[in-house]
C-alpha cells in the first residue's frame, strides 16, 4: 500500500490519551483513601480485572484480535471512573454486576469503543443504583468521623461481604436532601461529616480531581469548555436558589462544587468525548446543561447526587447538540448545520 | 507594528528544516537527459510544437499552451529532442503522462533573449503575456498559472498584493534560502507585479522561524513600501488562504478566489520567476528545491533544471536508497509518495524528502475514532473531521458536503494529531472523488436523456420530411409525365424520354414505396450497427477499467449483435426478393424504360464497387455516352436534321464532355487520396 | 387453501414466525407483565384461550363477512372472547386476574391475535385456524414464559413464586431458591430488564438460526465440490 500524506504524525496516540486520564485520577483516590480507607482501592483493582475479563470477552465473540484493542486502555478507564463513583467496600458482585453491564451492555453492544452512545461508567452506575439502592448508598463515615476499616477489612467487605459488618453513613448531599426542619447552619453544626466547606473527605476529594482535571487540561487532553460551563453552570443554578441557609435550602455553591462527584463528573465524566457533543459551541451547551441538571436533579429529584443521571440525559440530546452547533467553516457565512 | 490576525487551528509539527540549511543553493548540473512533462500545471495541458530529432535551444519554447488556463514549456538546456512520448511522472496516481525528452548537449547554449530592466514602460497587458509566456505557474506547490492569476476582472480593485514566503511545511527550506540569497531580486520581481495589480499595500509574510530570511529581506525591502510581515509560526499558515487571513483577517468566501476580498497571493519564487521574465527575458526552467531527509547525506538545496530526474539530484546528495523507504515530492505534510525516483523535477517540486523508516515511521493500524476533537481543535478551516470522517465511512455524502468536505484542504493537520492514528485526509480524499465521479455520473445521464429526447424529436421530423419529399417527388413526377405529354416536342428528346420513363416507373411504385422500404432496412443495418460498435467500444473501456458494468454491457452488445444479424437477415431477404422480381421479365413497355432498368442495375453493381473503381467506371460510361451523343450529333448533321435537334445534341455533347472532365478529375483526385 | 401442513404451521409458531421474537407483535404485555414466570404463564394461557376462541370464530364466519365490515367483526369477536376470559379468570384466579390488571382487558388490542385472525384464520378452514390460534399462541406463551423465568431469577434469585395463584394452594411450595442470600437485582424486574432480555434472546435465535444455516450451506456445497461449474464465492484458504 503506498502510504498518502500526511506522513508524519503527532506524538498523541488513544493509549496514552487513556493513560494520562488514568494517571489523573491518581490525586483523588489518593485523597479518597485517605479519608475513606482503602475501600477504593479494592474496587479498583478488582472492578479493573472484571472490565479486562469482559472486554476480552466481548473482543472475542466479536471476533476482533484481543491485543490490539485490549492495549488502548479504555476498559480500564471505565473500570477505574466507576469503581471511583461507586461506595467504597462495595461487595464484589455489585461491582462485577456495574462493570460488565458497563463494558458488555453500554459498550459492546453498541459497537464498541466510539461507538457507544451512553458514557459506559455511568450507564453502569445507574444500572447498579437503580437494581440495588441500599448497596449504593452505603457510604463509609469519613476518617474523623467514624472507624476507618483497614485493607484487610477492606478485602474482607469485597469478597465475603457477609462477614462484613461496616458502619455507613449518610453524605453531606442526602442529609441536605432530606433537611427539612434544620436551617443549614444548625445542619452543619449538628451533623460532623460537613467539615469545612462542604464534607469532611469530599472537600479535598474534590479538589483533587479538579488538580487531575487542570493536569489533563494542560496536558491538552481535552479542551475547557465543557467542565468550565458544567461548573458555572451549576455555582450559578446553586446562586440563583441559594435562600441563604433556610430549611429548604437547596446548599450554597460552594457547597455543590466540592460535594459529591462534581469535579469527578466535570473532568473525568462530562469531558469523555465519545459521548459528548464534537463542536466547541456543542461543548459549551453539552456541559452548562449538565451543570443545571445536576442541580435540578440534586435538590428536587429522587437521588442525592445526580451526575450520572444528567450525563445519561445529556448524551441522548448529543447528537441533537451537534446537529444544532455545527461551526462556521472558513469562507463561509455563519449559519448553523440546521438552520 | 502590523496587526496579525489568528486563523482557527494548526499544529506544530517538529520542523526539521536546519538539516537542509547547512549550505548555500547549490548548482545541480546538466544532467544526460531531461524529461520535461507537458502538464506541470493546473490546467490543460500544454501541446507540444517539437518534433523528434529537432535541436532545441535553452529557453526555447517547446510546447505551447492550449488554453487560457495553461503555460507554455521551455526547454532547460540545448540539445536535440530525443522523444515526445509518455513517461513516468511524479504523480499519487504513478500514471505516464506525455513528456519531451531532451538529450542535452552539454553546451547549455542559449536562445536569443531579452528582458525589459524599465519595465514600468511596459503596460499591464504585455507584462502578463510575457510572464505567460514564460511559463510560471505556482512555484508553491499547487502549481496554478500566475498570469491567471494576476489577470484579474478590471471591476475588481485589489487592495492588498501578498507575497508568500511562510514555508510553514517541515523539511522545505527552498524558498527561504531564497529569500536568504536573492532577496534583492524578490522585492523586484515584487515590484513588478505591484506595476500590474497596483495594490493599495503590499505584505510579505514570513514565518518567525526563518530570521536570516526576514533579516535579508528587510535590508533588500529597505526605503520601499512594501511591508516585510513576521508572525508565528504554525502550520498551515503558508495556505493561501490561510495566509490571508493571517495577515488581512478576510477570509476568502467557500469556492470563491482571494481576489474576491482584494487580495492577491504570489510564491516569493514565482517572483523571482517573473522578476527574470520580464527583466532578463529568461522562462522557467529551473527552480529551487530542497533535498532532505535522513536517506541523503548532505541535505540541501539545489538550483535544478526542470526535467531532471530526481534520482540525479538525488545522487548529488549522497542518496542511499537502503536507508529510504518511501520518497516524497514535497513535504511530509502535504507531500506525496513518488512512484519511482526516476520520474523528472518540474515546477512544482520544492522538495524531495527522503526519510529514514525511524523519521517518518509508517503509521500503525488505526484504532477506533474516539472522537475526542483534537482533530477539529487542529483543523484550520474549522471543520468538524471526526463527524466527517463518520459519515465518509458510512458513505453519507450529502452529510459530507452539509459539513462542507469541499472546503478541506487537505492539510493533514487533522491526521496529525489523530490519537488513532486515523487516516482521515485519505478518508476525504476518497470521499472527494466518489462524490465528484457520482455528479459527473448524474451529469451524464442527465445528458444522454437530453440527447436522447432531441434523437426522438429528430427523427420524428426525419420521418416527416422524408413523407413530404415522397409526396413532392410523386406530385412532380406526375405533373413532369403530364408535361412531358403535352409539350414533349420542347425538351431534349433524350431527356424527355428519360422522364417519361421515371414518371412511369414511379407510378408503378407509387403504391408499395418499396424504395423507402429498402431505404429503411438499409439504415436500420446501418444504425444497428453502429450501435453495436460504440456498444462495443465501451464494453472494452469497461473492461479495461474492470468495471462492474461488464456483464451489463455485455448482455448489450450480445442483443445489438442479434439485431444486427436480423436487420441484415432482413434486407437480405428484401434483396433477394426484390431483385427476383427484377429478374423477372418486367415487361418493358419502350426502348427507354429498358435503359432505364439497365442503368439502375448498373447503380446496383456499382455500389459494390470501391469509389475509385466507381469513379473509373462513371467516367467510362460518360466517355461511352459522349461518343454514342457525337456519333449522333455527326448522324444528324448528315441528315440534315433540324436546326433545334443540332443544336440539342450539341449542348449535350458539349455537357458530356464537361461531364467526362470532371471525372477524370476527380478520380485523379480519388487515386491520389 | 385446505392444503395446509400442520408440521409448517407448528414450526412456523414455535420457531420460524414467532409472534414475539420474530413478529415482535404483542411486545406491550410482553414486556410489561414477565416480571415472572407466573405471571407470564397467567397472561399467555390468557392469550392462548382467545386466540383459539378468535381463531375458530373468524374462520368459521370468514365467508360471511363482507371485506369492507371484516376488521371492526374482528375485534368485537376478539373482544367478547377476551372479556369472556377476563370473566373466567376473574372467577377461579382472582389473584392472578389482579396482578394482571389491565394487560388482561388489552389482550384485545394484543397484535398477535388480529394479525392471526385477519392473516390466517379469514383465508383458512376451522381446523388449520383453530390449530394455528393454539400453536401461536404456545410460541407467544414459551417466550413470555422464558422471559418471565429469566427475569424472575436474575432479578430475585428464584423461580416458580407464587404459583398458587395459577395452581391452586397445592402449589404454594413449588417456588425453587436457586441462589440463596440473593440480592434483588431491581433492573430485571424492571421493564428496562424486559427489553434487555427480549434483546438477548433474539440475539440467541438469531445465533441458532445463523449456526444452522451456515450448517445446511456446508452440507449443500460439499455434492459440488470436485465439479468443474462450482461457484466459488469467498476466501480459498
Known amino acids: 500500500m503506498r502510504i498518502t500524506s500526511p506522513h508524519a504524525h503527532g506524538p498523541m496516540s488513544t493509549p496514552r490519551v487513556m493513560l494520562n486520564v488514568l494517571l489523573a485520577t491518581v490525586p483523588g483516590i489518593v485523597v479518597m483513601t485517605h479519608f475513606f480507607g482503602f475501600g477504593t482501592l479494592v474496587n479498583i483493582l478488582w472492578g479493573g480485572l472484571v472490565a479486562v475479563a469482559c472486554e476480552a470477552l466481548a473482543l472475542k465473540l466479536r471476533g476482533r484480535p484481543l491485543g490490539f484493542y485490549l492495549k488502548d486502555y479504555s476498559a480500564l478507564v471505565t473500570a477505574t471512573l466507576l469503581c471511583i463513583a461507586l461506595p467504597p467496600y462495595s461487595p464484589w458482585w455489585l461491582i462485577a454486576v456495574g462493570i460488565a453491564s458497563a463494558i458488555l451492555l453500554a459498550k459492546h453492544l453498541y459497537g464498541g469503543l466510539g461507538y457507544n452512545p451512553f458514557n459506559p461508567a455511568m450507564a453502569g452506575y445507574v444500572i447498579l443504583l ?154 459549551l451547551v453539552y456541559g452548562a446543561m449538565i451543570g443545571a441538571l445536576v442541580y435540578i436533579i440534586r435538590v428536587r429529584g429522587n437521588y442525592p447526587d445526580a451526575v450520572a443521571f444528567a450525563v445519561l440525559i445529556m448524551n441522548f440530546a448529543a447528537p441533537f447538540i451537534d446537529y444544532y452547533t455545527q461551526p462556521r467553516t472558513y469562507g463561509h457565512q455563519r449559519s448553523g448545520g440546521g438552520e | 507594528m502590523r496587526k496579525i490576525y489568528g486563523f482557527h487551528g494548526g499544529i506544530h509539527p517538529p520542523e526539521n528544516k536546519h538539516q537542509s540549511l547547512r549550505s548555500p543553493i547549490a548548482d545541480a548540473g546538466i544532467p544526460p537527459e531531461l524529461v520535461i512533462p507537458l502538464s506541470q500545471h493546473i490546467g490543460a495541458p500544454s501541446r507540444a510544437v517539437v518534433a523528434v530529432g529537432d535541436r532545441v535551444l535553452k529557453g526555447q519554447m517547446i510546447a505551447e499552451p492550449s488554453g487560457f488556463v495553461s503555460v507554455p514549456v521551455h526547454a532547460p538546456t540545448s540539445g536535440t529532442i530525443a522523444a515526445v512520448e509518455d513517461r513516468q511522472i511524479a504523480h499519487p496516481s504513478g500514471h505516464a503522462a506525455p513528456c519531451i525528452v531532451i538529450a542535452s548537449d552539454g553546451r547549455d547554449q542559449w536562445i536569443e533573449h531579452g528582458g525589459k530592466a524599465d519595465y514600468t514602460s511596459l503596460d499591464k497587458a504585455e507584462l502578463l503575456e510575457r510572464i505567460r509566456n514564460a511559463g510560471i505557474a505556482g512555484m508553491g506547490g499547487a502549481g496554478f498559472p500566475a498570469a491567471v492569476k494576476l489577470s484579474v476582472k478590471p471591476d475588481i480593485k485589489i487592495e492588498t498584493l501578498i507575497i508568500n514566503g511562510t514555508e510553514c511545511e517541515p523539511y522545505i527550506t527552498a524558498d527561504d534560502v531564497l529569500m536568504r540569497e536573492r532577496a534583492g531580486e524578490i522585492i523586484e520581481g515584487t515590484n513588478i507585479l505591484r506595476h500590474i495589480v497596483q495594490p493599495h499595500e503590499t505584505l510579505i509574510g514570513i514565518e518567525d522561524n526563518k530570521p536570516e530570511a526576514l533579516a535579508a529581506m528587510r535590508a533588500a525591502a529597505e526605503g520601499s513600501d512594501i511591508d516585510i510581515v513576521e508572525f508565528p509560526t504554525k502550520y498551515p499558515s503558508g495556505g493561501e488562504k490561510q495566509l490571508i487571513e493571517i495577515l488581512t483577517g478576510k477570509q476568502v468566501p467557500s469556492g470563491g478566489l482571494p481576489a474576491d476580498v482584494g487580495v492577491i497571493c504570489q510564491n516569493v519564487g514565482s517572483a523571482v520567476a517573473i522578476r527574470d521574465a520580464v527583466v532578463d527575458g529568461r522562462p522557467l526552467i529551473s527552480r529551487i528545491t530542497t533535498v532532505t531527509g535522513e536517506g541523503v547525506a548532505q541535505p540541501q538545496n539545489f538550483e535544478v533544471l526542470l526535467g531532471t530526474s530526481m534520482h540525479y539530484l538525488l545522487d548529488k546528495a549522497g542518496y542511499s536508497a537502503e536507508k529510504n523507504r518511501r520518497l516524497i515530492m514535497g513535504g511530509p505534510m502535504m507531500g506525496f509518495t513518488v512512484p519511482s525516483p526516476d520520474v523528472p523535477i518540474v515546477k512544482t517540486t520544492n522538495c524531495l524528502l527522503a526519510p529514514a523508516e525511524s523519521e517518518l515511521p509508517t503509521p500503525p493500524p488505526a484504532q477506533a475514532c474516539i472522537r475526542c476533537g483534537m482533530c477539529a481543535e487542529a483543523c484550520p478551516v474549522t471543520l468538524l473531521p471526526q463527524q466527517m470522517f463518520w459519515f465518509a465511512q458510512g458513505k453519507e455524502f450529502e452529510k459530507l458536503e452539509l459539513h462542507n468536505l469541499f472546503d478541506c484542504i487537505e492539510c493533514g493537520a487533522c491526521s496529525w494529531v489523530c490519537p488513532s492514528n486515523i487516516p482521515l485526509v485519505q478518508y476525504y480524499r476518497a470521499s472527494k472523488a466518489e462524490i465528484l465521479q457520482l455528479r459527473r455520473d448524474t451529469e451524464k445521464s442527465e445528458h444522454s436523456r437530453i440527447r436522447f429526447e432531441a434523437r426522438q424529436e429528430r427523427l420524428a421530423k426525419e420521418e416527416a420530411e422524408k413523407e413530404a419529399k415522397r409526396a413532392a417527388r410523386k406530385k412532380a413526377a406526375e405533373e413532369r409525365a403530364q408535361q412531358a405529354a403535352t409539350a414533349g416536342g420542347d425538351e431534349d428528346p433524350i431527356q424527355a424520354a428519360i422522364e417519361r420513363a421515371k414518371a412511369k416507373k414511379a407510378a408503378q411504385q407509387a403504391g408499395g414505396g418499396e424504395v423507402s422500404e429498402l431505404e429503411k432496412l438499409e439504415k436500420a443495418v446501418a444504425t444497428t450497427r453502429k450501435r453495436l460498435e460504440t456498444a462495443t467500444g465501451k464494453l472494452e473501456t469497461a473492461k479495461a477499467e474492470g468495471s462492474d458494468l461488464v456483464e451489463a454491457l455485455q448482455t448489450g452488445v450480445d442483443k445489438t449483435k442479434a439485431k444486427l444479424e436480423a436487420a441484415e437477415k432482413a434486407l437480405h431477404d428484401y434483396q433477394q426478393a426484390n431483385s427476383g422480381e427484377q429478374a423477372k421479365p418486367a415487361a418493358p413497355t419502350d426502348a427507354a424504360q429498358a435503359a432505364i432498368e439497365k442503368a439502375m442495375a448498373a447503380r446496383a453493381a456499382d455500389a459494390s464497387l470501391s469509389p475509385e473503381d466507381k469513379a473509373r467506371g462513371q467516367l467510362e460510361k460518360l466517355r461511352q455516352r459522349l461518343e454514342k451523343s457525337r456519333t449522333k450529333l455527326a448522324e444528324s448533321r448528315e441528315n440534315g436534321d433540324e436546326e433545334k435537334i443540332i443544336e440539342a445534341l450539341e449542348a449535350t455533347v458539349e455537357r458530356l464532355s464537361q461531364k467526362v472532365a470532371e471525372a477524370e478529375k476527380q478520380l485523379q483526385e480519388t487515386e491520389g487520396a | 387453501m385446505a392444503d395446509v401442513s400442520y408440521r409448517e404451521l407448528s414450526f412456523n409458531g414455535l420457531w420460524k414466525n414467532n409472534p414475539a421474537i420474530v413478529q415482535l407483535l404483542g411486545l406491550c404485555p410482553l414486556l410489561a407483565v414477565t416480571g415472572s414466570v407466573v405471571n407470564a404463564i397467567g397472561l399467555g394461557v390468557a392469550t392462548i384461550m382467545v386466540l383459539v376462541c378468535s381463531n375458530t370464530s373468524v374462520s368459521l364466519i370468514r365467508n360471511i363477512v363482507s371485506d369492507a365490515v371484516r376488521l371492526p367483526a374482528f375485534v368485537m369477536i376478539i373482544a367478547a372472547a377476551v372479556t369472556c376470559i377476563e370473566l373466567l379468570m376473574q372467577a377461579f384466579a382472582y389473584e392472578m386476574y389482579q396482578i394482571l390488571g389491565i394487560f388482561l382487558p388489552l389482550i384485545t388490542t394484543n397484535c398477535v391475535i388480529l394479525g392471526r385472525a385477519d ?54 411450595n413449588w417456588e425453587m431458591v436457586v441462589i440463596a442470600d440473593y440480592q434483588p437485582f431491581l433492573l430485571a424486574i424492571l421493564p428496562p430488564g424486559a427489553f434487555i432480555f427480549t434483546g438477548l434472546i433474539i440475539a440467541v435465535k438469531n445465533l441458532i438460526d445463523d449456526r444452522i444455516k451456515k450448517r445446511q450451506d456446508a452440507l449443500k456445497e460439499k455434492p459440488v465440490k470436485g465439479s468443474k461449474r462450482v461457484r466459488v464465492t469467498g476466501t480459498i484458504s
Open chain 3, 119 to 172: 392473516g390466517f384464520a379469514a383465508k383458512h378452514g376451522l381446523g388449520p385456524s383453530i390449530y394455528d390460534g393454539f400453536i401461536m399462541g404456545v410460541g407467544f406463551t414459551a417466550i413470555l414464559v422464558l422471559l418471565g423465568g429469566l427475569r424472575e431469577l436474575s432479578g430475585t434469585g428464584a423461580l416458580f413464586a407464587n404459583m398458587d395463584l395459577l395452581f391452586g394452594p397445592g402449589a404454594a
Open chain 1, 130 to 283: 437503580i437494581s440495588f439502592p441500599v448497596q449504593m448508598t452505603a457510604w463509609a463515615p469519613p476518617r474523623g468521623v467514624g472507624e476507618l476499616p483497614g485493607l484487610l477489612e477492606a478485602l474482607q467487605a469485597c469478597f465475603t461481604p457477609a462477614a462484613f459488618d461496616g458502619v455507613t453513613m449518610a453524605t453531606p448531599l442526602d442529609v441536605m436532601k432530606q433537611n427539612n426542619s434544620l436551617l443549614v447552619k444548625d445542619l452543619w453544626q449538628q451533623n460532623p461529616q460537613f467539615g469545612r466547606w462542604a464534607g469532611v473527605g469530599w472537600e479535598w476529594a474534590n479538589l483533587a480531581f479538579l488538580a487531575g482535571g487542570a493536569w489533563l487540561l494542560y496536558k491538552r487532553i481535552f479542551t475547557w469548555h465543557a467542565p468550565v460551563a458544567m461548573l458555572a453552570a451549576l455555582t450559578l443554578m446553586a446562586a440563583l436558589f441559594n435562600d441563604g441557609g433556610s430549611s429548604a435550602s437547596g446548599g450554597s455553591p460552594l457547597f455543590h462544587l466540592l460535594s459529591g462527584a462534581t469535579m469527578f463528573g466535570a473532568f473525568f465524566i462530562v469531558t469523555d468525548p465519545v459521548t459528548s457533543a464534537v463542536s466547541v459551541r456543542g461543548r
